[in-house]
Structures are given as C-alpha cells and as structure tokens.
C-alpha cells in the first residue's frame, strides 16, 4: 500500500472521529436543553402557583386616639384606604384620616356631622351597601351614606368626605302610629325600599316605599304603605333583612325566625330555627357577601354558616358547616365581594376565615381588650378595629383565601346547591358570585376523554401495525405506512372543527346505526375472511399474498353504507322514532350533541398515528432470523407472531400506547370544539366534559393577571405537566423492564 493511500486512510479516520465527537457532543447538548426547557418550565408553573398557597398575614400600621361618645354602630374605609369613618348608635358621623397627606396626618379629624333627631335604633348595611337607617321616637326613619367625592385639583387626588342622604332628607314613616322604634332593619333595591322595625310597645311593623321616577322633574317620587309583622317573639335581639326583599330573618336569643315577606298582604313565618351551636349561646348574627348565607357567632367561639337548600320542594335554612373561632364571638365583619369574613372576640382575638375553602386563614391576639367596631376595607387589604376610643389600622395580606386543599380536591358544598359537589365555574356576572374552583370536574373529563380515545385507537393501532409490518406485503406497505403518518400532521382545529360540525349532528341522526356498525363490521370482516378461503385456489393466486386487505375496502364501505340506511328503520321499530328522547325517557340518559362519543372518534383518529407509527416500527424491526427460526421450527405464522414477535416487540408497542396516551391527554382543539365544554363528572359516553387543556385555552384569554382564577389555571396546567411527567416516567420503567426480560430472544 502507497504512503499516499495509508494517508488518505488516516485523514478519513481524523474526519470520522471529529465527526462521531460532534455527534455526541450536540445529542448530549440537545438533550440536556430538553432537560433543561422542562425544568425551567415546571418552575415557572410552580413560580406562578405558589401565592395561592401562601397564608393570610396582617402587619400593624398606625394607632391613634378618636375622641368619641356614645356606642359606635358602624365603621368603615372608603375605597382608597385613605379616609375612615364612625357612625355612632345617636348620629354622631366622624371622618379621619388613615394616611398621612398634605392637608391631614393619621389619625387626624377630617370632618364631622349630626344626625338629625332623637334617635332610638339604628340599621347597619348588609355587606356590599353603604347606608344607614337611623330610627327616630317618632316612628320615623332617616337614611344616610357616607360618600367620597373625587376630585384632581393639580393633578393630585383629593378625596372630600361628606354625609348624605340617598331617599331624601325628609324621614320615612315606619310606624303609622308614631310609636318609638327599638329594633330596625334596612333594604332598599332600584325602585323599591323596605324598612322593618320593632316598636317599643312589642309591635311589628313593615314600611314598604315604591318609587316612581317623575317624567318632568326626573326625580324618584316615594309612596310608603305600612303592614303589620304576625307572630313577632317577644324578645328581638337581632333583625336582618336580605337585599332581595323576600326574607326576613328575626332572632329571638339561640332560635331564628323566618318570615317569608314576599307577598306583604300575607306575611307569614316560615320556619322558626334552634341556630345555637352545641352547649352554646348566640352572640352575633351577620349575612355572608351575597346575603344567602346566613353566620352565626356563638359564646364558644363557634361560627356556622347557614343557607337555604332545597327539600321537598320548599327551600330552607340548612346547617352547613362550623368555623372554630379564638374566644367568644363578639363582632361578625363580611367581606364585601368575597365569601370571607372576619370574626372579633370579646377577648381581643382577630380570626379571618372562608366560608367556600371551609378553612381559617389567620388568627391573631391584639392587645387592648374587646372591640368597639371592626372593618375590612372595600379591597380587602386594610383591616380597622376600634377599642375604647383608640383607632388600630393593619395591612392585611390575604390575596387568594378561596384556593384551599378542600376547595381544589374536595367536594364543596356550594351555596343554594342541594347537597356537597365537585364543580368547576370560574366566572359569573355578580360580585356575589361563590368561585367555584374543583380540579376534578376537570381532571375527570381529562382522564375520560383520554380513555374513550385510547378505546378507539389502541385497538385500530397495534392491530393495523401489526398487520402492516407482519402480513402485508412489501410493496403494498409502501403505500400505507406513509399514508397513515400523514394523517398525523392534519391539524387538530380542523379535526375538531369537524368532529363539532360534522360528525356529532351525523351520530345523533344515525345513533342505531352507528351502533351497528360496531357489530356489523367485525362480522363482516370474518364472513369476507371464510368466503375468501372457501373460494378455489386459482382466484386465491389472483390477488398477491399479503395484499388481501384491499379486498375489504368494499366491504367496509357497504357495511358502513348500509348500517346508515338501515338507522332510521330500526330507530322507527324499537325507539318510538327518536333515539334521543328513548334514551332520556326510557332509560334516564342525557344525551348532549356534542359528547365523549365523539371525541373518541375524532380524538382518536387523531391518535392513531403516533400510535400506527410507533408500533409498526417495532413490530418491523424485529429480527428475521427470529421469525424464519420459529417457522423452520414447525410454528405457524400466527403462533410466530403472538409468542415470539410481538414479545419481542413489547416495549416499542407499550412505548406508542404511551406516547398516544400523551398526546389524548394534552389534546386541546378536538375536546374544545367537540365536547361542549361542560365541567361534568359523568362516565357516559352521551354526556360531554371539559378537560384541563380545553380548560385553560378557554379561560385563560379572560382572566385577570395575578387573581386566583389566573393562578389556578396556571395550577391546571401544573398537574396536566405532572400527570404526564408521571405517566412517562412510569412508561419508560415499564418499558425498560420489557426490554429486559425479552431481549434474549
């Protein structure tokens, strides 16, 4: 050999070895990116989820000294947190300052007004109002409001308080016979206003003031009509009034009274309650935001909440849960736009709670004794306590108090709902509005979305693969094996664009007869098979071994042909003519349009590829001399393919089962446009779902960043990514382990 040929041997073998070390340098590089990409990824899910899981905290702010007679009957901050104010039980309205600024300091009086006349009960708003009832001797009754009137003077805010009066500043008539009013109660809605008050002498009374806007002045004229209130206790200790002027709620000591008040000529007492927790007295009564649900304090620091339910086709005030609270509940503080509140004890204990999360998000001992008032700002972040006649401000952090453990993964017992639920609905059109944020509505239809396309899809698959690679011939396998995998690039918005428009109207229409298929076609298939046998072996040798399965193209497309045109024959004979109402009335089973049915259609014909692909690979790849072994052996070709081939080819087949299983779990498009998009737990295949993914395609563009709707999306997809990182995981186990125990074959 020639030194030049030695030389070009030995420069072949540099560029080979530069070559094999790139190689390896850029498969480790890329695959620790990977790594590195999911990890960044799962992070930042965990970076954005983690706030909702922090705990409520409150930091003090200022103290100061308010001087102040009487027994204060309300407080409250307006909006900015910058002003506060006191309403005392004799009309006495003082307003300070909670920051300092440029006119006023902390703690510094703002200003202050007089209520007008001899004052003898007083009406405290329902969370989300902000006006009072004051109840005069006379049997009169005066409505006021604090108000806050914005103004920018030099491009700086200036907030100047003032007292008004929202129905005029003349009184309402409560009393027609002008008797003192000791107990009062306060609601007004659009055109509609209703004062119910105790008189001094034990009597009942309900104002009831229509309005009517004057077409010429523009001002709401007011009529008042006065009925008497059957059946009062003799002892009234509390008065509430719902916003929807339909029940009124009187309690007498540890029992409630319920009158139901929406037919005024015929008040009546609908229930009377026992509401005591359990060796306990009833200390407070407060209504919840939203004004369904009813909370009662108790002396042993219990709190339970209270709603209607229906049963028997009445609805009534029904135990929900307790609250364990720290000392004897003296004051009960709503959130105005959440489901939580605040509890104030008469040794000084603050403890904040929700009522949806059934959970207690903070408890705190404050120095000073028992409160005169206490209130949560109108954002929920500044909490004011009166004792004596000292003023305490405090930060309160508590962004996210309805995402708990219990509320996420735990059945919830919603208000108005008969009994404790698994529900998904994030969004509504009210404040009062009671989130509603299970993840099991929606991992359940995930899971069940997944498995009605895996039952579609395994099955075509690994049997289509297994046929491909084993049976069929090599020139007919050129043409299928591409065919199939270019199915797999078809966007998944036009298979769900489709599967919505398509082919749900096409199986509600055709339902026995898509039904008969799934009897007619296996049938068919083996009758086409024993006919094909039977026929002489001349017309057997026409068509080329391993290209038989051309022959039941036909036969597929006429059983499919002739189950559609037999549907409505059979729909006539044994479904009175309407598939869909027998089942809804004969058998009890909802049948939405777009269902599970459906998706595992479309879902799964978008499966199969991957699944197709994979496993005919490995199905393909097994050595030949393995199967030409087990022939020469005496074992026919389908004892070769079931105790040796496919054995041989188990990992790669579990691996495209798994990688399927991947891609029906993170499907977005199909189960978006195909399902409905109903959160329900229902196994039926008639029934639709809504699954993580769809989820939060739907909802994500609309929610608000940083709120708790936002971030519990975010934790959707965070388990999304777990499930499927465990569900890998525990396939590449599984599938190490085939691998071993058959690569000796």
């Not at 030949?624 to 041989?648: C, D, E, M």
């Amino acid at each position: 050999m020639s030194s030049e040929s030695i030389h070009l041997i030995m420069a072949g073998s540099r560029k080979r070895r530069i070559k094999d070390t790139l190689a390896k340098y850029g498969v480790t590089t890329g695959g620790t990116l990977v790594l590195v990409a999911l990890l960044l990824i799962f992070f930042y899910l965990l970076y954005v989820v983690k706030p909702i899981f922090n705990g409520a905290s409150m930091e003090p702010l200022a103290t100061f000294s308010l001087p102040v007679k009487d027994k204060t009957a309300w407080i409250g901050v307006e909006e900015q947190n910058e002003i506060g104010y006191r309403f005392s039980d004799k009309g006495e309205v003082n307003f300070f300052a909670l920051q300092d600024d440029a006119r006023f300091k902390v703690g510094q009086a703002i200003a202050q007004a007089q209520v007008p006349g001899e004052i003898s009960a007083v009406a405290i708003p329902t969370p989300g109002k902000a006006y009072l009832a004051y109840g005069f001797s006379d049997g009169k009754a005066l409505v006021v409001e604090p108000r806050f009137k914005v103004s920018y003077p030099g491009d700086v805010r200036l907030i100047e308080p003032q007292l008004s009066y929202p129905f005029g500043e003349a009184p309402i008539t409560v009393d027609p016979e002008g008797k003192p009013l000791s107990q009062l109660v306060f609601e007004a809605a659009k055109d509609k206003m209703v004062a119910a008050a105790l008189t001094q002498d034990g009597r009942g009374v309900m104002a009831v003031l229509s309005g009517e806007e004057n077409f010429i002045s523009g001002e709401v004229e007011w009529t008042s009509q006065s009925y008497p209130i059957p059946a009062l206790p003799r002892q009234v200790d509390q008065m509430l009034l719902t916003p929807n002027l339909r029940i009124l709620l009187v309690r007498s000591g540890n029992r409630l009274s319920v009158y139901d008040i929406q037919n005024l000529n015929d008040i009546q007492l609908r229930s009377v309650l026992d509401i005591n927790a359990p060796d306990a007295n009833v200390t407070q009564l407060a209504l919840l935001a939203g004004a369904s649900s009813i909370l009662v304090g108790n002396d042993n620091g219990v709190i339970s909440q209270w709603f209607e339910v229906a049963k028997g086709g009445k609805r009534e005030f029904t135990y929900i849960r307790d609250f364990k609270s720290d000392g004897a509940v003296a004051q009960l503080t709503p959130e105005l736009f959440r489901k939580g509140f605040v509890a104030g004890s008469q040794d000084g204990a603050i403890n904040f709670f929700h009522a949806t999360g059934e959970s207690r998000l903070l408890g705190e001992k404050i120095d000073g004794g028992a409160f005169n008032g206490l209130a949560i700002s109108p954002r929920n972040n500044l909490l004011l306590l009166q004792q004596g006649n000292k003023i305490k401000t405090f930060s309160v952090e508590n962004e996210h108090p309805e995402v708990t453990w219990s509320a996420l993964w735990q059945e919830v017992w919603y208000e108005g709902y008969p009994e404790p639920m698994y529900v998904w609905q994030s969004t509504s059109a009210s404040n009062d509005f009671e989130p509603k944020l299970s993840l099991i509505p929606i991992s359940f239809g995930t899971l069940k979305a997944a498995f009605y396309a895996m039952l579609f899809a395994v099955p075509l698959g690994i049997a289509g693969a297994i046929y491909t690679a084993y049976f069929m011939s090599a020139g007919m396998r050129k043409f299928v094996k591409p065919t199939v995998e270019i199915m797999e690039a078809l966007p998944t918005v036009i298979l769900g664009f489709l599967a919505g428009l398509w082919l749900a109207p096409i199986v509600e229409d055709y339902l026995p007869g898509i039904f008969m298929m799934l009897i007619m076609l296996p049938l068919g298939m083996l009758l086409t098979a024993l006919a094909w046998h039977g026929l002489p072996g001349k017309l057997n040798q026409c068509v080329p071994e391993g290209s038989q399965a051309v022959l039941l193209i036909p036969v597929v497309l006429f059983i499919g042909w002739l189950a559609l045109t037999l549907s409505p024959v059979v729909e006539h004979a044994f479904f009175g003519g309407d598939t869909r109402s027998w089942l809804t009335n004969e058998m009890g089973i909802k049948f939405d349009q777009r269902n599970s049915l459906v998706v595992g259609i479309a879902m799964g014909f978008a499966v199969i590829p991957t699944i197709f692909s994979i496993a005919e690979d490995a199905v393909f790849s097994v050595p030949k001399h393995l199967t030409q072994g087990s022939l020469a052996l005496g074992a026919t070709p389908w004892q070769t393919l079931t105790r040796v081939v496919i054995l041989t080819a188990s990992p790669g087949i579990f691996s495209a089962v798994m990688m399927g299983l991947g891609r029906a779990v993170g499907e977005t498009m199909i189960v978006l446009m195909a399902t409905g998009n109903t959160p329900i737990m229902d196994f039926s295949m008639f029934q639709g779902l809504r699954t993580l993914a769809a989820n939060i395609a739907v909802e994500m563009p609309e929610s608000e960043v940083g709120s708790s709707h936002y971030r519990v999306l975010f934790l959707a997809a965070f388990v999304l990514f777990v499930f499927t990182f465990l569900v890998n995981t525990l396939a590449e186990f599984v599938r190490q382990r085939l691998r071993e125990k058959y690569s000796s074959l």
